[in-house]
């Protein structure tokens, strides 16, 4: 009998890799190929987007191999990548105009600053849910078309295509120049501030407003469908499921009922909680999002947007040269029993949720003689716990109802320290399942899902199993204490960064 | 001619291998810029073939004392060196890169899945996957375990014999009716396990809680962990006290994927 499975591509922000997965959602291959980051000036972070396409290209291969399968059994294919990130380039050539602005690049803080100026602040959120900020797409796009060399001319004249990363990844793996299907997915268009939130187009008003001309959009398309059928990498293989990240891990983690809520710890941390078909409001911080488009209404989500976690980690041993891999942050902090009193807020682009204070900046705090690295480590560590508990104490104050466990995924959820003190924060119980590859795995559903592999939604529920819990365990002062000094640290990197307007 | 690295001398000592002493030389050429090297300049600075240096270069390679870097072609010392100082694999770097497997050998087999270290006299948990049936279980990561009464233990006294004591230096404490209590009954399980390439445990630390261990293998085939399952001893074994062949398939197959894994990136 030949094997079925469904391959998923994460195009990550640092990497992009391929995971096979058979009917049951076990992993069967995954391979794996990092990009370079490109940091031109501090606050900028770029991406070569033909390198991406490079990787895609060697990744998929790769995993098959080291299955012993071949592109005949691949049933689909499906796509989850960084949001936000943007890419604009030629559609004859398919060479891009200028290196992808990731989401973490923050050069669009005066495009965004103008647009609060000039009053549009409201009819943006009244459209497409999100507040101007240099987190998403459409200010990225507005900069390329000003400042990339006959980028709005090419844009208006068809010869110019946008696109977030699945949009590019689509459009090679369709034809690319010969053909290839220009489209995106409610959610990754969800990212940009140009859409509709409500009927899932593009808002002509908000494209009036970023000046972004129509003819360079891709379409908007549901999560599962087949967009296209591979001509390269996979022939003859559908491309039948793209997702943004996050909302992926939301789906990998068989979130399906209003109130699940899952946390994906990667380069950032994000937690995303259903919502439902209810588009809800935010009083804390927290920003509307379309969850998915599986059948025929999208579900919503909330959802908490952490931009440093594993890129802290990452940041402690490439740039300061602590740790030799980041695991082996898990040894360092381990080698003291506490932080020793020091505190690490990463606000290395500003805070996203649930503070959203852009001129923020990065502060280490309580140093004392007696601090040494493995307090340092502590400190990376309980940054991204203490920043998982803001987002958490802003969801239970917007939905009312608190929440009772979290489920966790992604790389971090390796390193059981930090399980541990998440848990510990939050006293709830913390809770692993057993693909930690729900971003992948998400993909993969929304593929097989099209193409019939999988036949609905409970059968997906009935894949998700608990791998590894984490029971709170810290005495409640203690708590309360650490809380409020992490509070302290956190308002003293508070307006650090002076924004000059109408850069 | 002098030669670049005093060869002369040393082939004098019996027994030298010059092949090894001029990979020693490309290390330490390697070692005295922070500038990768293309092959013509290692060739051409230690004064040897081409072909001779590109064996020698392509063989660090291979057990991860030089890298390559993928766009230029040239060479550099490798994270294998550094490794070497560091007294074995870091504990969380085993588990980072282990964790796919185990959760897939959790899948495949529905049991509980364990990664252990050898630690002075007994094996250290660094990973712990459920059983994947919803029921109530701690995580037992830090834990320690008996060397002689678990099959990851007896894997590591198997196939680790530098990390892990002899035999007759553990404690054979009794835990169950079937632990090993004495030196020759834990010799020959250990005997079976090497013949076998794999280790078990019929219930001999808890009660009717069976396992069965795998080595995993970093670079040199140098055993650093095992990996076993851990469940009910008649749904681990036959009638016949035997490892059900398609859990064995599993559990090897995962080994397998995870000791590749420990050697790619070293």
């Known amino acids: ?503 | 001619m002098s030669h670049p690295f005093g060869g002369s001398y040393s082939r004098l000592v019996p027994g030298f291998i010059q092949s090894i002493e001029r990979a020693a030389a490309v290390l330490r050429l390697l070692g005295t810029t922070d500038r990768p090297l293309g092959l013509k300049e290692i060739a051409a600075a230690l004064d040897l073939p081409p072909p001779t240096a590109h064996g020698i270069v392509r063989t660090l390679r291979e057990v991860g004392f030089v890298e390559q870097d993928m766009e230029t072609s040239r060479y550099q010392l490798g994270p294998g060196l550094r490794e070497l100082r560091r007294g074995g694999w870091d504990h969380h770097d085993l588990r980072a890169r282990a964790m796919n497997w185990a959760d897939s050998l959790a899948g495949s087999t529905g049991l509980a899945v364990h990664l252990g270290v050898a630690v002075t006299r007994s094996v250290r948990l660094v990973h712990h996957v459920f059983r994947p049936d919803g029921s109530p279980q701690r995580i037992r990561t830090g834990e320690e375990q008996p060397l002689h009464a678990t099959a990851l233990g007896k894997c590591l006294l198997a196939f680790a014999p530098v990390a892990t004591p002899q035999a007759r230096e553990l404690d054979l404490q009794r835990w169950t009716g079937r632990t090993c209590t004495t030196v020759p009954a834990l010799e020959a399980h250990l005997a079976v396990a090497r013949r076998r390439g794999w280790a078990s445990d019929t219930g001999e630390y808890e009660p009717g809680v069976g396992g069965a261990a795998a080595p995993l293998r970093a670079s040199g085939g140098i055993v650093v962990a095992a990996i076993g399952v851990v469940g009910p001893v008649e749904e681990l074994f036959g009638l016949g006290g035997e490892l059900r062949p398609w859990l064995l398939e599993q559990m090897v197959g995962a080994a397998r994927e995870i000791s590749a894994a420990l050697v790619e990136g070293q």
């Not at chain 1, 959009?217 to 059928?229: H, K």
């Not at chain 1, 009772?404 to 959820?413: E, S």
Request: hydrophobic share 40%; glycine share 10%; with cysteine.
């Open chain 1, 1 to 503: 009998m030949t094997e079925r499975v469904v391959a998923a591509i994460d195009q990550g922000t640092t990497s992009t890799r391929c995971l096979l997965f058979n009917r049951s959602g076990r992993m069967l291959a995954v391979a794996q190929r990092e990009h370079r980051q490109h940091y031109p000036r501090p606050g900028l972070v770029e991406h070569d987007a033909a390198e991406i396409w490079r990787n895609v290209t060697r990744v998929v291969p790769a995993a098959l191999r080291s299955a012993g399968l071949t592109p005949d059994n691949i049933v689909g294919l499906g796509i989850a990548n960084q949001r936000e990130t943007t890419l604009i380039w030629n559609r004859h050539t398919g060479v891009p105009l200028a290196r992808a602005i990731t989401w973490q690049d923050t050069r669009t803080d005066g495009i965004v600053a103008r647009l609060a100026e000039d009053g549009h602040a409201p009819l943006i959120k009244e459209i497409c849910g999100l507040p101007p900020a240099t987190y998403f797409a459409g200010p990225r796009l507005r900069w390329l078309l000003d400042h990339v060399p006959g980028a709005r001319e090419g844009a208006e004249a068809g010869e110019v295509l946008f696109g977030t990363m699945e949009s590019w990844l689509i459009w090679w793996l369709t034809g690319g120049p010969d053909g290839g299907r220009h489209v995106s997915d409610v959610t990754n268009a969800s990212r940009t501030m140009l859409m509709d939130v409500r009927t899932l187009e593009w808002s002509d008003e908000l494209l009036d407003v970023l000046a972004v001309p129509r003819r360079m959009l891709p379409e908007i398309r549901p999560n599962a469908e087949v967009y296209g059928t591979c001509t390269a990498v996979l022939p003859g293989v559908p491309v039948a499921g793209a997702l943004g990240d996050q909302q992926a891990a939301l789906v990998g983690q068989a979130c399906f009922s209003p109130g699940e809520i899952k946390c994906t710890y990667g380069t950032g941390a994000f937690l995303l909680m259903n919502t439902g078909p209810r588009l809800a409001e935010s009083t804390h911080g927290l920003i509307p999002t379309v969850g998915y488009l599986l059948g025929d209404k999208p579900v919503y989500a909330l959802e908490g947007a952490i931009a440093m976690t594993g890129s802290l980690v990452q940041w402690f041993r490439d740039s300061l040269g602590m740790i030799g891999t980041a695991a082996q942050i898990e040894t360092l902090a381990s080698s003291v029993p506490d932080n020793g009193g020091c505190y690490i807020v990463p606000a290395f682009s500003g805070l996203y949720s649930p503070r959203w204070h852009p001129d923020a900046r990065g502060v280490m705090v309580g140093l004392t003689s007696f601090i040494n690295r493995g307090h340092l480590a502590r400190a990376v560590l309980e940054a991204t716990g203490w920043q998982t508990r803001e987002v958490i104490d802003a969801m239970n104050a917007d939905s009312g109802v608190p929440v009772t466990r979290l489920k966790v995924d992604g790389g971090m959820t390796a390193n059981h320290l930090l399980m541990q003190f998440v848990a510990d924060v939050l006293d709830v119980p913390v809770e692993r399942p057993l693909v930690s590859e729900a971003v992948s795995l998400g993909a993969a559903y929304a593929a097989g899902l099209a193409v019939g592999h999988w036949s609905d939604l409970e059968v997906l529920r009935s894949n998700w199993h608990r791998a590894a819990a984490w029971e709170p365990a810290m005495d409640a002062a203690l708590r309360r204490r650490e809380h409020e000094n992490w509070g302290r640290a956190v308002s003293r990197s508070y307006d650090w960064v002076q924004t000059p307007a109408g850069d």
